[in-house]
């Protein structure tokens, strides 16, 4: 079976990431809009010839490739895909500059060790 091809360019990293969608798959996020959801029977018209168990793959796919998410009960939605890598640490002269100062905290500092102190014998 042929496979579609579907580039992302990853801003965080500043590389592109290949990420391979069969050609069902790429039809339907070709046509379907941002932010707006969809049920089975709304998105099984786009693509007539699959089956509702095929579809449940199709969007399985969109969904591990994060162009979709789950959308009410049953529906799916299109959204902006995430990398999924967190962006770089800032840098450390940046760190101070209107950042909140913090202060590292003890786990045992954490839990009120008075209030439960018969709780623990």
């Known amino acids: 079976m042929a496979r579609g091809v579907l580039f992302r360019f990853d801003t965080a990293m500043g590389h592109p ?23 089975a029977l709304e998105l099984r018209t786009f693509v007539p010839e699959v089956t509702i168990e095929g579809l449940g793959e199709i969007m399985h796919e969109l ?3 994060r162009h979709v998410e789950r959308f009410g009960y049953s529906g ?7 990398s999924g890598i967190s962006a770089p640490d800032p840098e450390p002269e940046a760190v101070g500059c209107g950042a909140a100062q913090t202060k590292g905290v003890k786990p045992e500092d954490l839990f009120d060790h008075d209030t439960f102190s018969g709780f623990f014998k």
């Not at 069969?22 to 339907?28: C, I, K, N, Q, Y």
């Not at 799916?76 to 995430?82: A, I, Q, V, Y």
């Open 63 to 65: 969904w591990v490739h």
């Open 76 to 82: 799916w939605r299109r959204h902006r895909s995430t």
């Open 17 to 39: 990431i290949m990420q391979t969608l069969g050609p069902l798959a790429a039809a339907l996020l070709d046509r379907m809009e941002p932010d707006r959801g969809y049920e």
